[in-house]
């Protein structure tokens, strides 16, 4: 048999339209090579799409691509992935397998408290595919914590399990995610097909598999392609108790130039003219550019930059995409706070130290009395998610008790504490109108 | 019985008839049968006396020659039933006590201390009870070590020790084999556990501890998921593979572990300074017949048959690889160490199924997860918030190479020599305390003192204890299965105690919450 194994494609994650026309036809590429190789059955494990309900010109162009290659009987087995499923809504997934147009492997149904998901078995082949797909945060670790190893053990042919989870042995060093330990991972499959890890991982037994992104249209992972890191899909042969022989189709789905340029000891006008010569001269026709400024400027402000020019020379050059990185570019006029730590908490305690006493009210007082302790508190009350099975009345009111008893602001009604929901309500007018938060006000996401 | 200061109708098991500060003597009361180690308490006004029983004799007023004569009569058949009159009263049995506690009462508060007064002469005897021992108070982060005990006898008083104190200045655990020394491990752990706020590396090598699907272990613990990460090269689903990347292991790590010359250790370090963390696939990558290499050859030579040995690499058409696959040289476990590292700093028992691999290779792992301990550690104290960080311990199996620096300096022995300034301690177990260089002993805030049948050991633990062991030697040598004298500079006297069975203090758990935990029904879950 053979069979395709991609993963994580996020589509409608791009917004330029440029680039959006680059993620469709890379989809596009990747299926019809499928076609033209003459695979069995793909596999996508999660995050087809960005978002779990997308744009839907964004579904109607996957739809097609997706068509085209099960018309001809083939199927295309899929698991959520983090970024596509929802635990409260329906996601795009259920309405592309409604349409028949994909099958989601590994629902689950549990026996005598343990996991066991459903087991498909591929028309064509005879492969039994399942799996455990992917929520957010990692969520999932727990389904693999109570899966029916034996049941799964004693199914026979060749099979394969799909999952959208990284493995903590892959990171590199200094890499952070969650995840499962490849002891999780069911025993005696013939096959893993991993996915949510943006990088291609062949383990050692050469059956753990991650093939990386088809395509990649933002921050890290636009850099590492630029930078060269392999975009494409794995086409498998393999037979049963034979080591799966791997083939990594690279797309490459872009050409890229990269640059990074040091504003350190600049000033505004020198950096402006070294941007401009060097976009006048590099060579970025049909290609993504990938602008990195950093450093201080000696003098005058970011805003001085003329970046709309430079992404206008670079358009006019016939440079498909221009992606600046300026988060790093900083002016001595600018009180930068530099904090080190080993941890995010730790960052952010000494960031809010650091900041304490900025923000004052009209009094020249400070807002909130012990500052850093009470922004730890609110960050960590605002970092709560909706908790699954919570309604968002429910949701609104619980952020809005702890954002409150972070402030030290009391329920209406309650006598104590209102001289400090005085300062904060007077400080929200300090600061252009900041309204506290309501229920009913939807925080912004993310 | 009566435990008060008064001498009423208690039942008495002797009367001081002679002694110094550090022996007294008692007559003992017929068919009292003290035992060596029990507790027996002396009750003055106002001040009691605990004491523990460290040696026994016979006594008589009766001449040495009457006695002779009298046992050849029985023993030749001369006069069989032959007697002494007043036998009770002029045979009797000494029981040499020593003093490990004066307990002051004033005004209902009892005030214990080392012993700076001795009874009055002709004080009575009693056998201690736990009304004796009230004065112990439960310290804030309590590490449950066992029940006191008078001799082999059982009291219904547990002895607990302060977590920060005992883990911070460094355990002793001195036992022979046989004597309960891993049920005591386990004991520890699992107290640790109950914290979360200790942690806890061990290098397990006979993968006793995390338990099995027929044995109970740490994985039984209630807050396992909390407190508990557990590597091996098979781990059980959901645990951690062990499997480390060769790059997170620095030279370092092998220096007073493995035994180097100076030109391999020299090489090494060059090999690090040139190629910094790929330094070992540097060095496999070596053409010994390259000139720049030529005269170090037999250097170079032996340096890759050691590193080989130590990872288990072999070498195969692709390269090198490691054969139990624990090591790698690709890009897998390049988080490992580093995730051990932040898993102690984050309260947690780290534990290393150490079965599969060589004691060496464990103790290398080890190595390189303290030294990125200390590295962060160090960071902390510069930065003044060390205070907030876990205490950190590691548990030492076979301690006395590495702290007798046989091989030179190594990260355990500067733990011992420095390591409570950085809040990592270390729970060193042997059988052969003897090796340990005195200094470091010294440095050793705890000594749990298990039964050990070598006078050489007993010795070397008894000079180096927080308090004076000098009669305590039959005591020791006649320790059972699980019992111990816990000797720590942060208790007022030796502690005698009976380690529990850790199947039965996992049968019943303890500490606030464990019972209503295990009522709680499992969560309905749901899954997608």
Redesign the interface.
Known sequence: MKFAHMADLHLGAVSDPKMKDLESSTLERAFRICEERGVDFVIIAGDIFHINIPDLAVVKGAVEVFKRFTDTGRKIYVV?GSHD?S?NSTSIIDILEAAGVVVRVGK?S?EE?K?RPEVLTDGRTGAKITGI?G?RSSL?K??????D?EYLKQIEGFKIFVFHTGL????????KFDG?????L?EGFDYYAGGHIHRV?V??SGRVVFPGPLFTGWGGDLEATVLGERRGFYIVEASQGVKPRLEFVELRPFEGVHKVIDATGKTADELNEELRLWATEVDAAGKVVLLKVHGELSSGRTSDIEFGLIREILAESGAIYLHLNRNALRTREMGMVTAMG?SAE?IEGKIFKEMAGSVKGKDGEPVVKEEAAVAKRLLSALRNPKQ??ESLEDYYGRLNRDVRSALGILQEGAGIGKGASDRVANAGSDLGGTKAFAPGRRPQAQ | METGMGIGTTDYVGQIVEGDDGELVLREKQGAKLELGDLVVVDNEKVKYICMVSKLTYGSLIHPDRILTSSGSVLEGVNPRLEFPDKDLRIFRQVHVKPLLEVASENGKQSPRAPRSIPEFMSKARMASAQDFSFMEAPKTKVFIGNVRSGSRTLPVEYSMDGERLLSHHVLVSAQTGRGKSNLVKVLLWEAMRHGKFGVLVMDVHNEYYGTTTSKGLKDHPDAARALVFYSRNPPPGQQLLKVNLKSIDPEDLMGVVEFTTAQEETLEQLRRQHGADWASALLAVNEEDESFKKAKGTIRALKRKVCNIFNLRETAAGYECADGVFDLGGMGEETINDMAQALEDGKVVLIDGSSISDDTGLVIASAVLRKLFDRYDGYKSSGVLKEKAQVVVVLEEAPRLLSGAYGDNVFSRIAREGRKFRIGLIAITQLASVIPREILANIGTKIIMGNEMALERRAIAESAAQDLADFDRIIAGLDVGEAIVSSIFSKFPVPVKVPKFEDLAGIGRGPGMEEARAQPAPRKRYF
Do not use: H, N, T
Request: hydrophobic residues 30%; aromatic residues 10%.
């Open positions: 959520y499923f635990p689950p549990a408290g996991l797909s929520r999932e727990e389904a693999f914590a109570d899966l190893r903590l042995e892959m990171r590199k060093e200094g890499e499962i330990s490849q002891s999780a069911p991982f383990d050692r080993e730790e699954e099975g």
